[in-house]
């Protein structure tokens, strides 16, 4: 499974972006998926995650209310859309999916077993 992360960029605090991740995979619709970021000089952190269907989802509660995770399996494609951005945003942002995710480690790193390149978000305040 390869991931391609893209929708990154520089953006004003209050802005809104959109992250996409498209799965070269025939199985996406099989995996669990999630957003981690890292920010500089910090560890990498969970931001969101959704299941294989695209019913559950989870946030970590610092962007609860303001992003939104969302899938198209008929694309291959998982998003991330940012609203109401902090420069406490800015990190890099990855993707990832798992191939058998403990619904009760959603938010463990280790959980997920393909990663994408990243994608840029800077937020200015």
């Known amino acids: 499974v390869q991931l391609q992360a893209s929708g990154g960029g520089l953006v004003q605090a209050g802005a809104s972006l959109r992250l996409s991740c498209a799965s070269s995979?025939?199985?996406?619709?099989?995996?669990?998926m999630g957003w981690f970021r890292q920010a500089p000089g910090k560890e990498r952190e969970f931001v969101a995650a959704?299941?294989?269907?695209?019913?559950?989802?989870y946030y970590v509660d610092s962007v609860e209310g303001r992003f939104t995770i969302s899938r198209d399996n008929a694309k291959n494609t998982v998003y991330l859309q940012m609203n109401s951005l902090k420069s406490e945003d800015t990190a890099v942002y990855y993707c990832?999916?798992?191939?058998?995710?403990?619904?009760?480690?959603?938010?463990?790193?280790?959980?997920?077993?393909?990663w994408g390149q990243g994608t840029l978000v800077t937020v200015s305040s």
């Open positions: 995979g025939r199985t996406f619709s099989s995996y669990p």
């Open positions: 990832a999916a798992s191939p058998a995710l403990n619904s009760g480690a959603y938010y463990v790193s280790g959980q997920y077993t393909y």
């Open positions: 959704i299941s294989k269907s695209g019913g559950i989802t």
